[in-house]
């Protein structure tokens, strides 16, 4: 999950319509520097552990959700010597860091109880699921917790981009839409530069070097040219394939044209693993996203109090008190106090809990609507698509609603079943699929994905979906920030309000990824500690 | 250059830039989300593609760590501007609606017009044990505060 992608819907867009954009591409390059300067393509600011020395003596918080902010804090925060106590509306740990594997159950918002069915080891993460090399806080958190990593692989060459409406519904491998387009581009840059068109923005001296990095880049052969060669099928693949003896010889494979590449609106898809947060070395835990809450649990262990839904925050000069009720017990409430407090309760949740803090905070926490989103997961009876189609992880776009097929990165070659993404979705197309039962949304994701595998109906086994709105405990994917609401609302949403301070995703520039929660909630609990420093010395 | 070859070749470097600039700014995998707007009118179907996702199949709602208003019995929706003002500007982690349809995909939500609010409002009022008599018309809703986003600084 994450940020700040606008889709560009390619399967609708018309040769006119790619005209008109271009006329609008200088815009595009500015949007991005906006966003680039908002932070939304922004590093990490994780600068290593945090160093907490000093905390008075007996100094308490209170921490309200035990998910990777919640988390973080909490094992800081004791290490460095402070009374912590977190409170946690599920049964388990981590929040949003989660995995559904076979024999868990999920209750939605509405009562509809799912229960997976995947086989042992086997499982889907609902909320995140990579995390890019350079969110350094999460991953020095998975290695101190000792949760080990595997790569997660975003960019397969063998995967697919699929348009409904391009080479009759058939999926193309990414390797030769990248192939073709490059290709096609690079001849055109070259007979511009040939013909002189460039001669105003490309000195004498670069020419040929512009040349010759065009062939490299394009896989052009000696005159300039992308067509069915050696060399343009090194990069898009053989229409045989070279191998040894009698039968060996190479037949190359013919390049699709430029304008059918280009009408096809597939280009759209060759930058997927472009974007910094998406470059490659990606890493995922092994077993599971889940694995790292769960270990951050284990570690913290009696500190949080699960199954505590938080109805009311009071502060005053001396202290905060959450009021919760346990929900195992409905109807009885405990109190819980402490000198200080971090609460990283999502913004729809905690719009609705009494808490007293100054107007521009409270502005703040109602500002920030959640994403609509959808993960399904589908177990298959064998992985057919290493068995067939050779796709060994990676993720496979497509214009369709369910928009990625993400296949396991994990266990390749094994026998038994397999689960894949079958479906993470955005916008409306997922308030539609919030809007139905589990087992329609399942039954939907089938009916999509089996135009571009068609083994799908045969081989489907079972399902799990999850809808981010029926979520009981975020209501909502993650906080969606506008560059308005971000001018007016950022700041006062980070600053501490006497004695409470937000920490999460929404309290960042990473929005929706876990490295903002980690990220904000040291930010957070440094100035806490500072307060508390500065209170302790008073006292 | 040729005038047609001069052409295809702003045309593919426009397309080019237009990868680069457009896809390095999303964070995650919905580049190809259908962000069309919503093309029924009925309030019931917008009711059951947009609201009911929340606010459930018969308006009842739902609790969890907070909730989700019920729509059946609801007295605030005595007030049609109550009603509208929500839809178009969102509430308390609720998606604003009435963004313009070229601004919704900074957020990820929908833009609904001003005679579909008015649909899916009268839908309301008048469905879940609600019988509100007065109905608004998309001119009502036209006159009420929009929310739009001004640019970036």
């Known amino acids: 999950m994450s940020g700040a992608g606008y889709g560009l819907g390619f399967g609708l867009m018309s040769r006119r319509e790619l005209f008109r954009m271009i006329g609008l591409t200088a815009g595009a390059a500015a949007m991005f520097q906006a966003m680039d300067s908002l932070g939304f393509a922004g590093e990490s600011p994780y600068q290593g552990p945090i160093d907490l020395q000093g905390a008075p003596k007996g100094a308490s918080v209170l921490i ?9 804090a909490a094992y800081e925060l004791r290490n460095a010597g402070y009374k912590v106590q977190v409170l946690e509306y599920n049964g388990r740990a981590g929040g949003r860091n989660w995995s559904l594997r076979g024999g868990d159950s999920y209750t939605e918002l509405g009562g509809l109880t799912q229960r997976c069915e995947f086989d042992k080891d086997l499982y889907i993460n609902p909320g995140p699921w990579r995390i890019p090399y350079h969110h350094r806080g999460m991953l020095s958190y998975c290695k101190r917790l000792g949760v080990p990593l595997e790569a997660f692989v975003q960019v397969n060459y063998n995967a697919y981009l699929h348009s409904s409406r391009a080479f009759g519904g058939k999926p193309q491998r990414y390797r030769e839409v990248k192939a ?5 581009v690079a001849e055109l840059l070259a007979k511009a530069t040939q013909q002189n068109a460039l001669d105003a923005m490309v000195s004498k001296e670069d020419r040929e070097k512009l040349l010759e990095s065009l062939r490299g880049w394009g896989a052009l052969d000696k005159d300039f040219t992308y067509g069915p060669s050696e060399a343009s099928s090194d990069r898009r693949g053989y ?11 190479p037949v190359p494979s013919k390049p699709v044209g430029l304008s059918e590449v280009l009408d096809s609106g597939l280009w759209q898809g060759i930058p997927s693993g472009d974007s910094f947060d998406m470059q490659t070395a990606l890493f995922q835990p092994v077993g599971g996203m889940g694995r790292v809450g769960e270990a951050f649990g284990r ?3 009696t500190l949080i109090r699960y199954n505590a839904k938080v109805t009311d925050i009071r502060q005053d000069e001396h202290g905060v008190t959450a009021t919760y009720e346990d929900r195992n017990a409905p109807g009885t409430t405990f109190k819980a106090s402490a000198d200080w407090c971090l609460c990283t309760i999502p913004l729809p949740v905690l719009a609705e809990i009494p808490m007293n803090v100054g107007p521009d905070l409270s502005a703040a926490i109602r500002a920030v609507p959640y994403a609509s989103a959808i993960k399904v997961g589908l177990q298959f009876k064998r992985r057919f698509w290493e068995e067939d189609e050779h796709i060994y992880g990676g993720i496979s776009y497509t214009d369709l609603p369910i928009t990625n097929i993400g296949y396991p990165n994990t266990g390749y070659h094994s026998g038994g079943k397999g689960v894949l993404l079958g479906a993470y979705i955005w916008g409306l197309n997922a308030m539609e699929f ?6 329609q949304r399942v039954q939907k994701a089938l009916e999509y994905g089996s135009q571009i595998h068609p083994q799908y109906l045969k081989e489907f086994d079972n399902g799990v ?3 981010w709105h029926r979520s009981p405990f975020t209501m909502g994917c ?3 920030w506008s560059a308005d609401a971000r001018a007016r ?3 006062n949403l980070c600053q501490i309000d006497g004695r409470i301070a937000l920490a999460g995703e929404h309290v960042s520039f990473l929005g929706g990824w876990q490295e903002g929660a980690v990220t904000s909630s040291l930010d957070a609990i440094g100035r806490l500690h500072q307060r508390a420093v500065a209170q302790g010395a008073k006292a | 250059m040729s005038a047609p070859l001069h052409r295809q070749f702003l045309k593919s470097l426009a397309a080019l830039l237009l990868c680069a600039a457009a896809l390095q700014a999303q964070a995650d995998d919905s580049s190809f989300t259908s962000t069309a707007g919503l093309t029924s009118t009925g309030g019931e179907e917008i009711y059951s593609q947009i609201c009911q996702g929340c606010h459930m199949p018969q308006g009842q709602g739902a609790i969890g760590a907070g909730h989700y208003p019920k729509l059946a019995g609801n007295e605030r929706l005595a007030s049609w501007q109550y009603a509208a003002l929500t839809v178009l500007g969102g509430r308390d982690g609720m998606p604003p609606f009435g963004l313009p349809a070229d601004q919704v995909r900074e957020i990820r939500t929908v833009h609904l017009s001003d005679a579909q609010i008015a649909d899916v409002v009268n839908y309301v009022r008048s469905h879940f044990g609600n019988a509100y008599k007065d109905k608004v018309t998309a001119g009502q809703v036209a006159e009420l505060p929009h929310p739009d986003h001004p640019q970036a600084p």
């Open chain 1, 64 to 72: 309200l959700g035990a998910g990777m902010a919640g988390m973080t």
């Open chain 1, 180 to 184: 073709d387009y490059q290709g096609h």
């Open chain 1, 239 to 249: 229409a045989k394939e070279p191998g040894g003896g009698l039968t060996a010889r």
């Open chain 1, 299 to 301: 570690e913290l262990g």
């Open chain 1, 434 to 439: 919030t809007s139905m039962t589990p087992q």
């Open chain 1, 465 to 467: 979906a999850v809808a």
């Open chain 1, 478 to 480: 993650y906080g969606m």
């Open chain 1, 489 to 491: 609302h950022y700041d």
